[in-house]
């Protein structure tokens, strides 16, 4: 099988912006979760989405959204980006839920300017 | 919510040697706990994960532990080999459906000396 995917892997915005990230989960999983990855808050929970429903979300604020499509692609969309979003936004993919191995895809590198 | 506590930051052992990484956590109603290692520039992948209903498990040369009364989990890498430096990363869940996702510790990097 495939691998998770994310696009694009590289992105630099500038302050005010928005931006649009997409990830392809494994064929058959159901849920995609979003997390972002700084080098001083190391991991954190953004949301999670299962069969186009938000489950859970992270303590991020509201400019964070993301949406979850049929087939499982999901998309992640930060408004009014901040020097402070800088980071790798990584999405992981399961069968069923989080609370199972979790597959993570390469991430995209957001830099904010 | 969950917080998640990993130490140390940085773990520095000879080749050959083992390399032990702990894990606290606060949220009692937590009941699943990954590791992830990342290597440099890559993604974090499992490498061993443990249910609350199990006190130890074992991979190979790495193993996991967990107290439950404690509310603390430890990595244990033997023979240690140049390919396991990396960062690894500690989580805990509710399995229940709690708000939180995967709650990561801040990661150690491992580094491995020839």
């Known amino acids: 099988k495939a691998g998770v995917t994310q696009t694009p892997r590289y992105l630099i915005k500038t302050r005010g912006q928005q931006v649009t990230l997409s990830c392809s989960p494994i064929?058959?999983?159901?849920?995609v979760s979003w997390y972002q990855q700084t080098p001083g808050q190391g991991l954190q929970f953004l949301f999670e989405?299962?069969?186009?429903?938000?489950?859970n979300k992270g303590n991020f604020p509201g400019r964070f959204s993301g949406r979850q499509f049929s087939n499982s692609r999901s998309e992640m969309n930060v408004s009014t980006l901040e020097l402070g979003d800088s980071a790798l936004y990584l999405c992981a993919s399961s069968p069923l839920n989080s609370y199972n191995e979790q597959f993570f895809g390469p991430g995209t590198r957001l830099t904010v300017l | 919510g969950e917080n998640v506590e990993q130490h140390p930051s940085t773990l520095s052992v000879q080749e050959g040697d083992s390399a032990v990484i702990k894990c606290t956590y606060s949220?009692?109603?937590?009941?699943?706990f990954p590791w992830y290692k990342q290597e440099l520039g890559k993604r974090p992948q499992l490498i061993i994960d443990i249910r609350s209903n199990v006190g130890e498990k074992k991979d190979q040369r790495i193993a996991v532990t967990l107290n439950k009364t404690a509310k603390h989990f430890s990595l244990h890498i033997t023979e240690t080999q140049p390919e396991d430096s990396a960062v690894y990363f500690c989580?805990?869940?509710?399995?229940?459906?709690?708000?939180?996702?995967?709650?990561f510790g801040k990661g150690t990097h491992l580094i491995i000396q020839p």
């Open positions: 989580a805990a869940s509710n399995s229940g459906g709690g708000a939180d996702g995967l709650t």
């Open positions: 064929s058959g999983h159901r849920s």
């Open positions: 949220d009692s109603a937590s009941n699943y």
């Open positions: 989405y299962f069969s186009e429903t938000q489950r």
